[in-house]
C-alpha cells in the first residue's frame, strides 16, 4: 500500500478520521496506526526513489542523499559528510552566508522541483521574490498623510477595517509612529507583509524585528486568528510584550505576556488575549500540563493558531530537538553519594576510559575490579547487581563527562544546565532523571525530587502543532532548506535599512589554543588602547572566565557576560558599545538585545570614528550561522564596525569533525597558521558539523512523526472523555451488573464523573507508560535491527504500534477492572485506596540535547569523525 505523503496541513484531518469513536476499539486503531506507519515507509521509499532519479538537478543535493540513506548509520553519515564535501565543491571561499544551502528535492518540496530550480537563477537560492510586497510600499505610503490626521480612536477604527496587507502596514506604521516615535522603515514592512504570508522574514540585528513582527502579530489578530509570539526566553516575552503594548494599543489589540513565575489564572488570561507572547518552553508546559486536566476549567491554553517565531533558527532548528518534559513525583529523591564518593575515587589514568568524542566512559577491568571492592567484594557483573552497575555507569558519567561551568553550573544549592546553543542558564532545566540526582551527589547537594515523566513533546512537534507558522531572525538563510523540510515555511530576506558596512576580516588560525588566547589578548589590547568597544563571543562559560582571568591580568578590564548573570545581561549588552568597553561573553544567538554604539551616554559619532564596536571570536562554531550571528551584533543599522574570528587546531570543532586533520606545514613565530590547507580543514571541520547535526535532526524528525501521530489519536480520545459522558457508557457496557448495582444508590452524574475519572487514570497512566517504551524501544532497536540487517526504522514502527494497540485494549480492560472494584460513593471514586494514585505533585523541565546523545547520535558522530578526514591524509 502506498499512500500519499501527508504535510502538516492536513495531518489533523487525516487523524481526525481514524481517531476512535467511542470506547476505542482496536482494530480500528490498528488501522490507524498502521496507516501512519504505512504512510512512513512510503515516505521512505519515495525519498529513495527521489535520490536515485531527481540527483541530476545540483552538486548540493545530497540531502537527498541522507534521506534516502535513511537510518543505517553508516549511510546516514557518509550523507552528512557527503553534503559537506559537496559543500566543499561548491564553494571553497567560505564565508558564513555563502554557504549555499541544499536545494529542496523534488520529492519532498510541495511545490516541486522546477520552480526550485527557476528561483536559483533568479535571485537568492531557496528565498522568496519580495516584488509583490515591494509593489504594496507605494500604496502605503499614499495612506500615510490621511492617517496622520486621523485622532487615536479613528485610528484604532481604521485598523479593524484594514483587511488588506498594505492598509494594515499603513496603520501600523502611524500606530507606531505614535506610540513609540519610531516610524517603521519600508524594509520593516517587507518583513511584516513577509511574516503575514507564512514566510521567516531574515532580518538583521538591530533592524527592528520585535516592531515587524508586532505590526505582523496585529495583522493577524485583526483578521479574527489568535496569535502566539514566540520569544527565546522570560526576559524578552515580557519586555517585548510591554515594549509594544502602546502600538496594540492604537491597533485595537490586546496583549499578554507569560513568564516561569506566572500562576494558572495569569497564563489563562495571558491566553485569552488577542497576541501572547511567550517562551516557547512555557508554551509548550501549559500543553503538556492541560494534557492532564481532569475538568475543562483546569486547562489553560486554546487550541494553537499562529505562531510568530522570534530568533526562529535558533528555536525552530537548533531547540527542535529538544523534548518538554512533564513529570510527576512519586517519591524523594535520592542523592547517590555513595557511588559518588566511589567515583572519586577512580584513577581517571587506569580506571575509565572517556571515549574521544568525550560522550561516554567505561570502566577499565582495573576500575572495576576497584568498584566491586568498593562496594564490598560484589561480582558486578551478574544478574543480582546489574541495578549497582546502573547506578556506578550514572556517577560516573556525572563524574567524568559532564563538567561543572561549561556543562552546569551551581547556583543557590541548585545544579542548573547551561544551554550549549544559548550559553545561558535553563532555570527549569534538568538532565535525565538518575543522572541528575548523580550531578547532585557530585557536587556534594542533597537531591530534589525524582519522578517519572508523564508526558514529553519536542519543540518541533509543539510548533508543528500550528495551522499557520512565521517567524524572524537574523539568521534564516542558511537554514532555508531545513525550514522548509521539517516545518514547510519560506524565507524571505530582507535587506537593511541601510547598507552594512562592516568589515569582516579573514579567520586567523593557531596551532594552539595558548598562542591563539595570546593574540586574542593582544587584540583585544590594541583595539582598547583606541577606545574602541570590544565584544568577545566564546563558546563556553569555562572559556569565558579563563579569558577574562587573562585580560584582567593584563590590566584590561572586561565585563563578563555568561549564564551566571542571566538577569543582568540586557543591561550589561546594553553598555557593550560605550567608549573602551570590554564585554566577555558565551554564544550571543538569541539573545535578543541589540548593541548601541557609545551606550547609554550615547555618545555614537565618537565611536563610529574609532570603527565602532569589534567583534571578536573565540573559535568557529558548530554552525556557520552561529558564527554569523555574533559577527552580526557589530555594524547594526549602517553602523561601521568589524569582526574577526580566532581559531586554533586544538579546537573541539576540529579535534573532533576533522580529527585526523595533518598539522599545519608553515606557521609563523606567533603561532599562527599559514598554510591554506589548515584553513581549509577548519571550514570543513565546520560543514561536517553543520551535516551531523542536520542528519541528527532528520532522524529524530523521522522517529517522532509516528509519535506525534499516537499522542494526536490520544488526546482526542482524551478530550472526549474529558467532555462527554462516553467513559459511563463505555464501563456499563462493558459492566453492566456493576452499573445497575451502583446506580441504585448513586446519580448518573456522579457516575459519569467517577466513570471519567477511572479512565482519564488508566488513559494517562497507559501513555505515560507508552512514552516510556518508546524511548527504551528506540534506544535498542538500532543496534539489535543492524545486526539482522533491518531497517531500525521499520522496526521501530513495528514496536510503536504494537505497544500503541496495546495502550487501549490494556487502558479498557484496567478501566473496566477499576470499576468493578473500586469503591464509588457519592465523592467519586476512591482511586487512591485503590493504590491508583495521580501524581501529587508535577514538574517540567527541558532536556536540552542528552548530553551524552542516543546511540544513534553517538555513532552518528563517530562515524562522521572518520569520514571528515581532509583531503591531504586520504
Ligand atoms: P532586532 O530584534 O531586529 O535585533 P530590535 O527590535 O531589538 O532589533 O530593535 C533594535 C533597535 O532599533 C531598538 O532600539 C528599536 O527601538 C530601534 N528601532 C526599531 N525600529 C525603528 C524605527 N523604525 N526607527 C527608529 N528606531 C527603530
Ligand atoms: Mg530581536
Not at 514529553?456 to 532555508?480: H, K, Q
Not at 566564546?538 to 548573570?565: F, H, I, M, Y
Not at 535532526?697 to 489519536?713: F, G
Request: with cysteine.
Amino acid at each position: 500500500m502506498k499512500l500519499p505523503r501527508r504535510r502538516r496541513g492536513n495531518q489533523e484531518a487525516a487523524t481526525a478520521e481514524s481517531a476512535p469513536e467511542a470506547a476505542p476499539d482496536t482494530s480500528d486503531l490498528a488501522d490507524a496506526a498502521d496507516t501512519s506507519a504505512a504512510t512512513d515507509t512510503a515516505g521512505a521509499a519515495d525519498t529513495t526513489d527521489a535520490a536515485a532519479t531527481a540527483d541530476t538537478a545540483a552538486v548540493t543535493d545530497t540531502g537527498d542523499v541522507a534521506a534516502a540513506a535513511d537510518t543505517a548509520d553508516a549511510a546516514a553519515t557518509a550523507a552528512a559528510a557527503a553534503t559537506a564535501d559537496a559543500a566543499d565543491a561548491a564553494d571553497t571561499t567560505v564565508t558564513p552566508k555563502a554557504t549555499a544551502p541544499a536545494r529542496a528535492s523534488a520529492a519532498r518540496s510541495p511545490r516541486g522541483g522546477l520552480r526550485d530550480r527557476v528561483r536559483r537563477f533568479l535571485q537568492q537560492p531557496g528565498t522568496v521574490d519580495l516584488a509583490p510586497y515591494r509593489k504594496l510600499l507605494p500604496q502605503i505610503a499614499e495612506a500615510e498623510e490621511r492617517l496622520r490626521g486621523l485622532s487615536d480612536e479613528e485610528l484604532t477604527e481604521a485598523a479593524g477595517d484594514a483587511v488588506e496587507d498594505a492598509q494594515l502596514c499603513a496603520v501600523g506604521r502611524e500606530s507606531a509612529r505614535r506610540a513609540l516615535g519610531e516610524r517603521p522603515f519600508d524594509v520593516q514592512l517587507l518583513g511584516t507583509m513577509a511574516m503575514l504570508s507564512g514566510q521567516v522574514a531574515e532580518m538583521a540585528t538591530g533592524e527592528g524585528k520585535t516592531l515587524a513582527g508586532a505590526i505582523a502579530a496585529a495583522g493577524y489578530a485583526l483578521s479574527g486568528r489568535s496569535v502566539h509570539v514566540v520569544a527565546v526566553n522570560d526576559y524578552l516575552a515580557r519586555r517585548d510584550a510591554e515594549w509594544m503594548r502602546p502600538v496594540y494599543d492604537l491597533m485595537g489589540v490586546s496583549v499578554g505576556w507569560i513568564n516561569q513565575s506566572s500562576t494558572p489564572e495569569e497564563r489563562r488570561q495571558a491566553y485569552r488575549a488577542d497576541v501572547t507572547y511567550a517562551p516557547v518552553s512555557e508554551i509548550g508546559f501549559d500543553v503538556l500540563r492541560d494534557r492532564l486536566a481532569l475538568r475543562e476549567e483546569d486547562m489553560v491554553t486554546a487550541p494553537p493558531d499562529v505562531a510568530l517565531v522570534d530568533e526562529a533558527d535558533s528555536v525552530l532548528i537548533d531547540e527542535a530537538r529538544v523534548p518538554l518534559v512533564l513529570a510527576g513525583s512519586a517519591e524523594e529523591g535520592n542523592a547517590d553519594q555513595a557511588m559518588a564518593e566511589i567515583v572519586r575515587e577512580l584513577d581517571p589514568e587506569t580506571d575509565y576510559e572517556i571515549d574521544e568524542d568525550a560522550r561516554n566512559v567505561q570502566l577499565t577491568e582495573a576500575g572495576a575490579k576497584a568498584a566491586e571492592k568498593a562496594l564490598g567484594d560484589v561480582d558486578l557483573y551478574t544478574e543480582e547487581h546489574l541495578g549497582t552497575l546502573t547506578r556506578l555507569n550514572v556517577a560516573l558519567h556525572a563524574h567524568a563527562l559532564l563538567q561543572r561551568d561549561v556543562d552546569y553550573i551551581i547556583t543557590g544549592e541548585k545544579v542548573r544546565l547551561v544551554s550549549e546553543s544559548r550559553g545561558r542558564v535553563a532555570w527549569l532545566q534538568r538532565l535525565p532523571d538518575g543522572l541528575h540526582a548523580a550531578v547532585e551527589a557530585k557536587e556534594g547537594l542533597s537531591a530534589t525530587d525524582t519522578g517519572e515523566i508523564l508526558d514529553s513533546i519536542t519543540i518541533e512537534s509543539l510548533i508543528r502543532s500550528y495551522p499557520t507558522l512565521c517567524g524572524m531572525t537574523g539568521t534564516a538563510v542558511a537554514v532555508g532548506e531545513q525550514l522548509r523540510e521539517f516545518y514547510g515555511v519560506e524565507v524571505a530576506v530582507i535587506p537593511p535599512n541601510l547598507p552594512c558596512i562592516r568589515e569582516d576580516e579573514p579567520d586567523r588560525l593557531y596551532e594552539t589554543a595558548e598562542a591563539k588566547e595570546d593574540a586574542i589578548t593582544q587584540q583585544v589590547a590594541e583595539a582598547h588602547a583606541t577606545g574602541r568597544p570590544v565584544l568577545i563571543g566564546t563558546l563556553d562559560v569555562a572559556e569565558s572566565e579563563r579569558l577574562a582571568g587573562q585580560l584582567e591580568d593584563e590590566g584590561l578590564p572586561c565585563v563578563v557576560l555568561n549564564a551566571k548573570n542571566d538577569a543582568e545581561e540586557a543591561a550589561i549588552i546594553a553598555e557593550a558599545g560605550a567608549r573602551e568597553a570590554i564585554t566577555v561573553s558565551t554564544q550571543m544567538a538569541g539573545r535578543g538585545t541589540d548593541i548601541k554604539l557609545g551606550g547609554s551616554s550615547g555618545d555614537r559619532d565618537e565611536i563610529a570614528g574609532l570603527g565602532g564596536l569589534l567583534v571578536i571570536g573565540t573559535g568557529r562554531h558548530e554552525s556557520s550561522r552561529l558564527d554569523y550571528q555574533l559577527s552580526g551584533r557589530a555594524g547594526r543599522q549602517g553602523d561601521p564596525g568589524g569582526s574577526v574570528f580566532f581559531a586554533s587546531m586544538e579546537d573541539d570543532l576540529i579535534t573532533q569533525f576533522a580529527p585526523d586533520t595533518a598539522p599545519p606545514d608553515e606557521v609563523d613565530d606567533d603561532g599562527l597558521v599559514t598554510d591554506a590547507g589548515a584553513y581549509w580543514s577548519l571550514g570543513h571541520a565546520q560543514r561536517v558539523a553543520e551535516g551531523v547535526n542536520l542528519e541528527i535532526h532528520r532522524n529524530t524528525w523521522r522517529y517522532n512523526k509516528l509519535i506525534e501521530e499516537q499522542r494526536r489519536i490520544v488526546l482526542d480520545h482524551r478530550d472526549k472523555v474529558l467532555r462527554t459522558d462516553i467513559a459511563l457508557k463505555t464501563l456499563g457496557e462493558r459492566c453492566p451488573e456493576r452499573l445497575g448495582e451502583l446506580s441504585e444508590t448513586l446519580d448518573e452524574d456522579v457516575l459519569a464523573g467517577a466513570a471519567r475519572q477511572i479512565t482519564l487514570y488508566h488513559l494517562d497512566r497507559g501513555w505515560a507508560e507508552h512514552i516510556a517504551d518508546l524511548a527504551d524501544v528506540r534506544e535498542g532497536i538500532h543496534l539489535r535491527a543492524l545486526g539482522r540487517g533491518l531497517d531500525p526504522l521499520d522496526e521501530f514502527h513495528k514496536a510503536a504500534v504494537a505497544s500503541f494497540n496495546n495502550l487501549f485494549d490494556q487502558a479498557a480492560q484496567q478501566s473496566a477492572e477499576s470499576f468493578e472494584t473500586v469503591s464509588i460513593s457519592a465523592d467519586g471514586a476512591d482511586l487512591g485506596a485503590a493504590g491508583l494514585k495521580r501524581p501529587s505533585a508535577t514538574w517540567t523541565y527541558l532536556v536540552q540535547d542528552n548530553p551524552f546523545g542516543t546511540d544513534i547520535d553517538r555513532a552518528l558522530r563517530s562515524v562522521g569523525r572518520l569520514l571528515g578526514r581532509p583531503r591531504s591524509s586520504s
